[in-house]
């Protein structure tokens, strides 16, 4: 502080000096900012932006509907039992997006700390970037929580499913390839319709017994195991479906909620098609 008031910024030679000073210093920056210690940091920057190119493309067909409800909403799947998850509002916020701010929050904050720490001691060493590697990450915890809290106010969470069984009686399509049968390895990718018209994705398993959905093909949720997290599902309208939905057991709650989930899975087909004609439209014409 002192020094600038000493300085006459009238001065040509002191604007030099100050400009000069400002030139070596961003000299000195650049240097241990580009250093090869800060290269992990970048890769999990890099991580965070790989991790938004797959939000970008998984959500292929009815990715517009999505966002008009609220944003690519995963089904939470049960109570979250770790704190550390918890921690960050995972149950609030998609795990893809959650994923996105920690990732991005680590690198940035990561790579501030090491350049800083580098250049007060003057050396790169291995304990530096151990020590830059963790509090990046203790700090980009707090940065995703807070974040994360803020972002899920544009959620719509009075809409989306409160609970599992929620979704059973709910339509949706298939996004995955064809869906596992129960019982086997993996699981397959589904986005259902709730009553209130909220776009979920899920994993999910053939209902016992019945033929495997397959790709963009329409399904009906049946059930949901909270051991293997999972939901179980079969091809809608298909001999499984009618055979199912014909059984005494079956309530009429569970037949209001297939009206009512099939309706906005119908509007939303109709709304992509008038979409993609008006993009064709617009095409022949220029």
């Not at 979920?200 to 293997?228: M, R, S, W």
Request: hydrophobic share 40%; aromatic share 10%; proline share 3%.
């Amino acid at each position: 502080m002192s020094l600038f008031c000493c300085l006459n910024l009238d001065s040509g030679s002191d604007r030099v000096m100050i400009g000069s000073l400002l030139e070596s210093f961003g000299g000195v920056v650049q240097m241990y900012l580009f250093h090869l210690s800060n290269l992990p940091f970048a890769l999990i920057m890099a991580a965070s932006f790989f991790f938004l190119a797959l939000q970008g493309l998984g959500g292929e067909q009815g990715s517009d509907h999505e966002l008009e409800h609220g944003g690519d909403t995963e089904a939470t799947e049960g109570e979250l039992e770790n704190p550390w998850l918890g921690f960050i509002n995972l149950g609030k916020l998609p795990l893809s997006i959650l994923m996105i701010l920690l990732f991005f929050f680590w690198g940035a904050s990561g790579l501030l700390l090491n350049t800083a720490l580098s250049m007060q001691l003057q050396a790169h060493s291995v304990w530096v970037l151990l020590l830059s590697l963790g509090m990046g990450l203790a700090t980009s915890a707090f940065l995703t929580r807070f974040f994360s809290g803020v972002f899920a106010r544009f959620f719509v969470e009075s809409s989306a499913a409160t609970t599992p069984d929620d979704l059973v009686g709910c339509v949706g399509t298939v996004i995955s390839g064809q869906v596992p049968p129960s019982g086997g390895a993996g699981s397959g990718r589904a986005h259902i319709y709730t009553t209130h018209g909220t776009l979920l994705q899920i994993a999910c398993l053939t209902h016992p017994g019945c033929q495997n959905p397959q790709k963009q093909e329409t399904v009906f949720v049946t059930g949901y195991d909270p051991v293997t997290r999972n939901y179980t599902v079969l091809r809608h309208e298909s001999e499984d479906f009618f055979h199912y939905l014909g059984a005494p057991e079956r309530t009429e709650t569970l037949r209001s909620r297939l009206e009512q989930s099939r309706k906005y899975q119908v509007l939303s087909h109709s709304e992509n098609e008038q979409n993609l004609s008006d993009e064709n439209e617009r095409g022949n014409f220029e």
